[in-house]
Antibody, heavy 117, light 110 residues
Framework: EVQLVESGGGLVQPGGSLRLSCAASGFAFSANWMHWVRQVPGKGLMWVSRMNPDGSSATYADSVKGRFTISRDNAKNTLYLQMDSLRAEDSAVYYC??????????WGQGTLVTVSS | QSVLTQPPSASGTPGQRVTISCSGSSSNIGSYNVHWYQQLPGTAPKVVIFTNNQRPSGVPDRFSGSKSGTSASLAISGLESEDEADYYCATWDASLNAVVFGGGTKLTVL
């Protein structure tokens, strides 16, 4: 059974940092593109970043470029999102997802990030 | 303001057919596959249509998708109360070099 479990969310002050993790199981993690998508509670989905299977290529939404870094450890079947210089508008539930044929076919349960003083 | 335009709401009675539209441009829908996600309250999104018109296993055949030019649509026939959810379209945008989502459509089953 495919499972994606996010962790690392919490309350952080503006300007602070947080690292999210997404533990994957039940599939060949090293063969799949992976994404981070976020959602402000009650609002729509916003794509954040994606990484290719071997970790050599990453793409980011303009709003997080230069502040967030996606990475992966295929030996540990884990996807990461390092978030620096956090702003109030980064507050959201962050989901990781597996990509298949361009679609996110499996999603984690999400982890809530709150940026506030 | 989302790159992909969806109606904010849609509704229908049980048994009816409803359609949700998703309008984009040549840099996104016009060039790439469209995927549709269903999000029930308090849960993570779930793909109901991928690559324009393909249904994942486990998704009822009441769900169908189509794409023409720079627009796509999701149709749900034989509407059931369990279909009440938010629906999002998504695709790649070559100009933005990013995945883009529609703003979402809240489907109400009356």
């Amino acid at each position: 059974e495919v499972q994606l479990v996010e962790s690392g969310g919490g309350l952080v002050q503006p300007g602070g940092s947080l690292r999210l993790s997404c533990a994957a199981s039940g599939f060949a993690f090293s063969a799949n593109w992976m994404h981070w998508v976020r959602q402000v509670p009650g609002k729509g989905l916003m794509w954040v970043s994606r990484m290719n299977p071997d970790g050599s290529s990453a793409t980011y939404a303009d709003s997080v470029k230069g502040r967030f870094t996606i990475s992966r450890d295929n030996a540990k079947n884990t996807l990461y999102l390092q978030m620096d210089s956090l702003r109030a508008e980064d507050s959201a539930v962050y989901y990781c997802s597996r990509s298949l044929l361009g679609a996110s076919d499996y999603w984690g349960q999400g982890t809530l990030v709150t940026v506030s003083s | 303001q989302s790159v992909l335009t969806q109606p904010p709401s849609a509704s229908g009675t049980p048994g009816q057919r409803v359609t949700i539209s998703c309008s984009g441009s040549s840099s996104n829908i016009g060039s790439y596959n469209v995927h549709w996600y269903q999000q029930l309250p308090g849960t993570a999104p779930k793909v109901v249509i991928f690559t324009n018109n393909q249904r994942p296993s486990g998704v009822p055949d009441r769900f169908s998708g189509s794409k023409s030019g720079t627009s796509a649509s999701l149709a749900i026939s034989g509407l059931e109360s369990e279909d009440e959810a938010d629906y999002y379209c998504a695709t790649w945008d070559a100009s933005l070099n990013a995945v883009v989502f529609g703003g979402g459509t809240k489907l109400t089953v009356l």
